[in-house]
């Protein structure tokens, strides 16, 4: 087993972190239904109560790390808004949850209250007729 050591980084942990609180950003922006001032609000509250990175990151970095990498813009009224690679985010994200979640489950192992014959009948196992 080898192992490989590189200099320590301190930038590559915080860039780690600020992806962490974009996929928390983005489960609240989930629960707003895309209101994105209201779901920065929730993660002001949450960053305030639970103090994140104790001091290291401020939240006003981390709004600006999510205009930097292109996930918020501000309209002209000076409101932050998602961006399109904001939303495909949001949306992978999203599928991600929803599948993740999803288990393999037993073939016909489940109960109903109609049962059937077990298979459908296809072309290549009907009997031969004249003409195939």
Known sequence: ??????????????????????QLFNQLLMRTGGDVEEALD?????WEYHNFFDGAVSFGEFKEYLEEKGYLEQDE??????????DFSL???????IFSSL???????HRTDHSG???DVL???RPFEFGD
């Open 117 to 119: 014959i077990g298979f």
């Open 123 to 125: 072309p290549e196992t």
């Open 91 to 97: 949306r992978a994200d999203a599928l991600l949850e």
């Open 1 to 22: 087993m080898d192992y490989r050591f590189e200099k320590f980084d301190p930038q590559t942990i915080k860039d780690e972190r600020l992806e962490q609180l974009r």
């Open 103 to 109: 288990k393999k489950d037993a073939l016909g192992d």
């Open 42 to 46: 929730w993660m002001q509250r949450l």
């Open 77 to 86: 009224d000076g409101y932050l808004e998602i961006t399109q690679k904001g």
